[in-house]
């Protein structure tokens, strides 16, 4: 019994500490995200922009009267049963206004479903992408910065097209969102005339994927749609493939764009030869512009895949909390829809001031933000804007915008 | 039959040995301490790391750093056996394998918490296969692997069959009764096992890395498959280890071969499930592998 | 909102959640407990039961097998049948061996189970998971129908445990303690062996998919990734280690405790700055493990250690005859 006793000294300590932390003129956002989990490589960058977009508005006046915004991180870790307990913690101990986040498709879907639809709590995600969510019941609480897969998927069977390829070999990492991707870019290329030679799932985290791509290699396939996670899988593969003289063209979505797969593979062995689109607005276009060095500035790197949508998430929160007038829950879902446009004045990254100004006199504004335009459909979903990604000629990627 | 022997049996070999090389840490664990060890596959992501520190280091070829990285890890089974594994040698062995599952779990998180999860790579580019009788393709970084892990074998072979402490594992895993009876130090022997089985995880971890990259769960990833290497060669028997590894690498990459049609033999989704089932199968026809291991 | 009421909810999820697992847990004590079986694979079974019940409760889609919109009772009975026939052939296969091979087997299986939720799109939906499915008492007003809901997983383990008590009190309980402690003089006294861990083994995983199944109307929502192994087999390890393995209510506390423990640190964790509370994550699992190995050195028996029925006096003088 002596355990038991210590036990509970330890447990009444940490309720103590957690009922003693809240600060005053502190307004609470959760920011939820598979920290730990299959993802977790992706989270660090997306949560580091969220919380960019955080010291923007810190920095330069806070929320309505003065009052600093919280983020309250909690592990979704991409597991349901894990994002439930995160939405729970978030909703009814931290108290917090709303929540950003979380990451991947499933413990969305469980959060929003189980815990802050019931609450009325809004939630905005920047990375999930399932089409299922946009069906939920959910009284207009569940948004998303992110286009679902439906909108990516027709992008890159379109680019595939427009390059006059008409026969591809498809393969997926059997994950919640390059599955769907996939299926999604295979009924659309179907759709435009082209063959697909060959469809497979691959389960990631395998050593080597050789003899997966020598099959996928059969009937004349002219490039390989790689639906897969950098990490996980799509290095291999494009290095299996290369080394082998498998395949040399590559069309790939979001989850594949990182530096480290021209670190890891070389940029001269990638030239004229892949191709990734990524949900994300124009380099030079200015909303992007000014998150970029923010972000640069913070230590990270810009490009990293949805790290502007983490950043959009919490800077359009912050103005749904500064249009609402009070940290009230109830009031969000139609503050974020006012905010986000399409009508009223310009608002970009960085430019809280200017955004408080305007809230302040009654005028509308309309978020731009970096990852595109935040302009949420009736399902509270956007359409996104996708760019598509090169190995330029100096070896780092090129980006131009796909219409 | 040239894409089969390039795509599909080189692939087979090159797993099946990095799963030889850790098979022989877990059949040997399982005999001399008598338990399922399941941290092993975090020594090895462990080790992978460390070697990765060194490279970024000394800017050497990661096979040149190895052994350093081979040494620290094996410093670190014996650290972790001395915490937690000896105070346990009296009690009942399935508290070992409880205790070992832990570890594992508390192993991967130190490598997450110090080293990130951010994807590191130990030998970046990409190299380009030589062509050797017009059409067998073989890349150099392979012909290093092989070559490499045939002469941690050969040393394997040498420790077991020459070498006092070899001889004395032997014994103890052909019947510890007998061999504590004739005088030999257990403490010592168990020593031994752990430094050849961390080391040799160490080596099949970075083998693993240079043929594909560093990530925190590389080394769970391999354990269910050397499991099955260990138990398809025989619990206790390090030369069925190595044949158990080579004929789960091999079985795995052959099964999605088109034997039939176009279409692969295996929706490769399943590839994982080929060394689960042929474990399932060895355990349900003959429990003591294809060497006549123990059988507890 | 008020600072207590959202306490009170707060502590409904952690109860529901500790009751889920307290099933879980019971389970696993039935298998290691009583019997000494390793189950390693907690995750496949829990997975199954969570599969059946939403494959049979929700409403009709296009998107995996099923829409059958049965009542949650059927869905439960289902899922424990179904995992206990799975179970049934498993044990054929692996109760043979010692509880090592056991626990690898498990394990294995589990990645298969895995495996086929994944790939097998036209019943599961894959990857992308089962979503909308019903919770029993949601069209009840807030908080009245967590609390509900929170009373039936209570009722649940309640009658869990009532079961296996008066399972673990009886000859049956008495025999599978003699089987784990001593199996051939279990043999020689005429019992047979096999049979009875087969009995142990399949109500365990039975009841694994019962607090599967709860799982799922709880979460509304399941995915392969529900079926990791770190939340639904090496906690619920844990849990039985800590609260007192052969104990069920060393098991049920020990649900308790350590659900407690795990979800509450991250409160204390999400006070650091950013980049430590990343990080911090991990270091959770740390203590976790930590934890585990501490109880094992130093309190083998868990805080309620194992208490031995009894033998009814008529009994053991009918015994010594």
Redesign the interface.
């Known amino acids: 019994m002596k355990i038991l006793k210590k036990l509970a000294i330890t447990a009444s300590a940490i309720a103590m500490m957690s009922v003693g932390a809240q600060a005053a003129g502190e307004i609470k956002v959760g920011s939820a995200g598979g920290v730990t989990g299959p993802i977790a490589e992706l989270v660090a960058a997306i949560v580091k922009g969220r919380q960019v977009a955080v010291d923007h508005v810190n920095s330069s006046g806070g929320l309505l009267g003065g009052d600093t915004m919280k983020l309250v991180i909690a592990d979704s870790a991409c597991d349901p049963k894990a994002a439930v307990d995160a939405g729970n913690k978030l909703v009814n101990v931290e108290q917090v206004v709303a929540i950003i986040g979380p990451s991947c498709s499933g413990a969305t879907n469980g959060m929003v479903s189980s815990v802050t639809i019931p609450a009325g709590v809004t939630v905005l995600s920047d990375s999930a992408t399932a089409p299922s969510i946009s069906e939920l019941k959910d009284n207009d609480t569940v948004f998303r910065a992110s286009a679902s897969d439906a909108y990516q998927g027709k992008a890159i069977a379109d680019l595939v097209w427009k390059a006059g390829i008409k026969k591809v070999a498809v393969t997926y990492s059997n994950d919640d969102y390059n599955a769907g991707i996939a299926n999604v870019f295979t009924t659309e290329y179907k759709a435009l005339g082209g063959e697909i030679t060959g469809n497979q799932a691959h389960e990631p985290n395998k050593a080597s994927y050789r003899s997966e791509l020598s099959t996928l290699n059969q009937g004349g396939p002219e490039a390989l749609a790689l639906f897969a996670y950098y990490g996980s899988s799509g290095i291999t593969i494009i290095k299996n493939s290369l080394e082998n003289g498998l395949f040399g063209k590559f069309y790939a979505a979001d989850g594949m764009f990182d530096n480290s797969v021209i670190g890891q593979i070389g940029a001269d062995n990638l030239k004229g030869n892949l191709w990734i689109t990524q949900a994300a607005s124009d380099t030079e276009d200015a909303s992007y512009k000014a998150f970029a060095e923010a972000y640069k500035a913070a230590g990270g790197d810009p490009e990293a895949p949805y790290a502007a949508h983490g950043y959009d998430v919490a800077f359009l929160m912050a103005l749904a909390i500064e249009k609402a007038g009070s940290a009230d829950r109830s009031k969000i879902s139609a503050a974020l829809r006012a905010v986000a446009g399409p009508e009223g004045e310009v608002v970009r990254p960085g430019e809280w001031e200017k955004a408080k100004k305007l809230i302040a006199e009654g005028k509308d504004v309309n978020y731009e933000g970096a990852a595109g335009i935040n302009d949420f459909d009736k399902n509270g979903d956007v359409t996104g804007l996708f760019s598509v990604n090169i190995v330029g000629d100096d070896g780092t990627w090129s980006r131009s915008m796909l219409k | 039959m040239a894409e089969f022997i390039n795509f599909y049996f080189i692939p087979g070999l090159i797993l099946g040995s990095i799963y030889a090389l850790g098979a022989i840490g877990i059949t040997m664990t399982f005999v001399i301490l008598r338990f399922a060890n399941f941290a092993h596959g975090e020594s090895m992501t462990l080790g992978v790391y460390f070697a990765w520190t060194l490279v970024q280091l000394t800017g050497l070829h990661p096979l040149v750093v190895m052994p350093i990285a081979m040494v620290l890890t094996v410093l670190y089974a014996l650290s972790i056996d001395r915490i937690f594994y000896k105070p346990l040698r009296n009690a009942p062995v399935v508290m070992l394998v409880v205790a070992s599952f832990g570890l594992m779990l508390m192993t991967r998180s130190v490598v997450q918490f110090f080293w990130g999860v951010q994807l590191k790579s130990v030998l970046p580019g990409i190299q380009k296969p030589i062509m050797v009788l017009d059409y067998l393709r073989i890349s150099p970084k392979h012909m290093m692997i092989i070559i490499s892990a045939l002469v941690l074998m050969f040393a394997v072979h040498y420790l077991l069959t020459y070498t006092k402490i070899g001889k004395a594992m032997r014994a103890m895993s052909d019947s510890p009764e007998l061999a504590r009876l004739t005088g030999i130090d257990t403490e010592k022997v168990v020593l031994a096992t752990w430094v050849v089985g961390a080391a040799l995880a160490c080596a099949a971890g970075v083998f693993l890395a240079i043929d594909t990259h560093v990530e925190t769960r590389m080394g769970f990833k391999l354990l269910l498959p050397m499991f099955a290497a260990a138990i398809l060669g025989g619990v206790g028997r390090p030369y069925g280890a190595l044949v158990g590894g080579l004929i789960i690498g091999l079985a795995e990459e052959i099964s999605s071969y088109p034997f039939i049609g176009t279409e692969p033999l295996l929706n490769p989704g399943y590839k994982a499930g080929v060394a689960f089932a042929i474990m399932i199968g060895i355990l349900i026809w003959r429990p003591s592998g294809l060497f006549k291991g123990k059988v507890f | ?1 008020d ?1 207590f009421y ?2 009170m ?2 502590g409904i ?2 109860a529901t ?1 500790g009751g889920i697992y307290a099933v879980l847990t019971l389970g696993l004590n039935v298998q290691w407990g009583f019997t ?1 079986l ?1 189950n ?1 694979g907690i995750a496949g079974f829990f997975g199954i039961g969570a599969y059946t019940t939403a494959i049979l409760t929700t409403a009709p889609t296009h ?1 995996h097998l099923g829409g059958y919109e049965m009542p949650y009772v059927v869905g439960f009975l289902a899922a424990m049948l179904l995992c206990g026939i799975i179970a049934y052939l498993v044990g054929k ?2 109760l ?6 056991l ?3 498990t ?3 589990a ?2 189970f895995r ?1 086929i939720l ?2 097998e ?1 036209w019943a599961t939906n ?4 089962v ?2 499915i019903p ?1 029993p008492f ?1 069209h009840w007003p ?1 908080p009245w ?2 609390f509900a809901f929170l009373a039936l997983v209570l009722v649940i383990v309640a009658i869990v445990y009532v079961l296996v008590e008066v399972a673990r009190k009886s000859p049956w309980g008495r025999v599978m303690t003699a089987i784990r402690e001593n199996e051939p003089s279990a043999k020689a006294a005429g019992k047979n062996v096999e049979v009875f861990r087969m009995e142990g083994f399949v109500i365990g995983c039975m009841i694994m998919a019962l607090a599967g199944a709860l ?1 799922a109307h ?6 392969p ?2 079926t ?1 192994p ?3 087999t ?1 906690l619920v ?2 849990m039985l ?1 800590v609260g007192g393995s052969a104990n069920n209510k060393g098991a049920i506390l020990g649900a308790f ?1 350590m659900w ?2 795990w ?6 964790t ?2 650091l700055p ?1 980049e430590l ?3 911090a ?3 959770r ?2 203590l ?3 934890m ?2 501490i109880f ?2 130093k ?2 028996q868990g ?1 309620l250690p194992e208490k031995r029925p009894t033998v009814p006096k008529s009994n053991r003088n009918s015994e010594t005859v």
């Open positions: 909102m600072a959202g306490y909810l707060y999820s952690l959640m000494g390793f390693a998107r296969v692996c043979r061996l010692r509880s090592d091979y626990a690898i087997a394990i294995g299986i990645e298969i495996l994944k790939n799109t894959g990857p992308r998971g979503s909308e919770k949601e807030e129908n967590q799982m709880y979460l509304k929502f399941v995915d990734n529900a990791d770190l939340l639904a090496f390890w844990v280690i405790l407690v423990v979800s509450a640190t991250e409160i204390v999400s006070r950013d509370a990343i990080r994550a991990y270091i699992i740390f976790i493990g930590l585990l190995q094992l050195q309190f083998p805080i």
